[in-house]
Nanobody, 114 residues
Framework: QVQLVESGGGLVQPGGSLRLSCAAS???????MGWYRQARGQERELVAH???????VYTDSVKGRFTISRDNAENTVYLQMNSLKPEDTAVYYC?????????WGQGTQVTVSS
């Protein structure tokens, strides 16, 4: 069973930056991947998408601030987050894009606060 392990979260002040990593136990080659987040009391939402060939799409609230990338050789997906805002506070997860979703990992907590 493919496992996903997210890391890189933490506590950061508004305006700060974090780089999240998502390591997969099997090849991500050929799969579109996504970073998702779930704030307390809210539904999980897609933040950024990267296609199998590297095309990217972002939700409006993070455009110009977040950058998704992938390293197929390392089976890893990254999310560079700049100019962080308190409303970015959430648990961040990665996964394949539908219809190839797999079991969710534990996620990584990002807290933006002064």
């Amino acid at each position: 069973q493919v496992q996903l392990v997210e890391s890189g979260g933490g506590l950061v002040q508004p305006g700060g930056s974090l780089r999240l990593s998502c390591a997969a136990s099997e090849s991500i080659n050929g799969y579109a991947m996504g970073w998702y987040r779930q704030a307390r009391g809210q539904e999980r939402e897609l933040v950024a998408h990267i296609g199998a060939l590297g095309s990217t799409v972002y939700t409006d609230s993070v455009k110009g601030r977040f950058t998704i990338s992938r390293d197929n050789a390392e089976n890893t997906v990254y999310l560079q987050m700049n100019s962080l805002k308190p409303e970015d506070t959430a648990v961040y997860y990665c996964n394949r894009r539908p219809p190839y979703l797999i079991t969710w990992g534990q996620g990584t907590q990002v807290t933006v606060s002064s």
